[in-house]
């Protein structure tokens, strides 16, 4: 009888200390749980799209540097994103946009007349001197006046199409827009005035002051493959032009200068031409006359050139 006692409160004991032990790891399970809970819900995530723009310097924006996740400004064909923008406080025009309002600071109308002198260094006592008739971008007429050794040879030209007269030959010989009108300026530097239509615009870099635009030709035939253009915020006014071959070699630097009212506005009146390899060759344009004036299309006629 004792001994089945002994083994009656032995069992009770047993059962009494077992049942704290096993409340106290369930609660250490919970508890456990819910911390792990608390960590995961309180962990911050990340916006990638409010990142400022890496290597941007304060007042001056290249294009190329932009954070990865952070649209840019502008696409690779010179278009503003229409996604993504940067506030629109910072934001500006479009290259193509930019490229349009500088043709419209060096040339008045769609069609326009121009006297032009050209002296080139080494021979400021014979300029050369041509009366300018341009139609659109695809029709220009060119009477040489001075020296008058060189009177009579006129060009004409036809889009990407030129011809030049002999006067001694008495005939029209073709020639290209990049061939050299007199010292380092070409025909094309006098006969086709505008940048738009011709080139696809990319901006490469903006400043407080100006945006530097790289130009691609979209046809053959031009004056000029490529062309890096540095224009002013201030009235759109071009300022430098690198003028390029088709692997990207420089080949002569334009300054546009002399901002004077010409027809009706202020425009570069003077456009000097470095050769780049040696800046002693240099050309001055310089227009003395400029005055919208509408011509018949029949005046672009290679019937003309002997006139």
Not at 96 to 121: C, G, H, Q, W, Y
Not at 213 to 223: F, S, Y
């Amino acid at each position: 009888m004792l001994k089945l006692i002994k083994t009656f409160l032995f069992l009770g004991l047993l059962t009494f200390l077992s049942g704290p032990l096993l409340s106290q790891d369930e609660g250490s399970e919970t508890s456990t749980g819910s911390v792990k809970e608390e960590k995961t819900a309180e962990a911050p995530t990340e916006d990638v799209s409010e990142k400022a723009p890496e290597g941007e310097v304060e007042g001056e924006t290249s294009v190329a540097s932009k954070d990865v996740g952070t649209p840019p400004v502008v696409s690779e064909d010179g278009n503003e994103v229409a996604e993504g923008r940067m506030p629109a406080s910072v934001e500006g025009p479009s290259a193509e946009d930019i490229l349009k309002r500088a043709d419209e600071v060096r040339n008045p109308s769609e069609s326009f007349f121009m006297k032009v002198k050209v002296t080139n260094k080494g021979e400021e006592e014979k300029p050369s001197q041509f009366n300018v008739s341009i139609k659109g971008n695809n029709r220009t007429l060119i009477k040489t006046l001075l020296p008058k050794r060189d009177r009579g040879r006129n060009l004409l030209m036809l889009d990407e199409n030129m011809w030049v007269f002999i006067p001694n030959l008495k005939r029209s010989v073709r020639v290209g827009l990049s061939q050299k009108l007199t010292g380092q300026a070409a025909n094309g530097d006098i006969s086709r005035m505008r940048w738009s239509g011709d080139y696809t615009a990319k901006l490469l870099k903006e400043t407080k002051k100006s945006w530097l635009l790289h130009l691609q030709a979209k046809k053959k035939g031009l004056t000029y493959e490529q062309l890096k253009v540095l224009i002013s915020k201030k009235g759109f006014r071009p300022r430098q032009a690198h003028l390029m071959s088709v692997s990207g070699k420089l080949l002569k630097k334009i300054y546009y200068q002399g901002y004077k009212k010409l027809a009706g506005r202020l425009r570069p009146s003077q456009m000097n031409i470095v050769d780049a390899i040696n800046d002693n060759k240099k050309s001055l344009i310089e227009i003395e006359e400029m005055e919208a004036r509408d011509f018949q299309t029949a005046l672009f006629n290679k019937r003309n050139l002997a006139e």
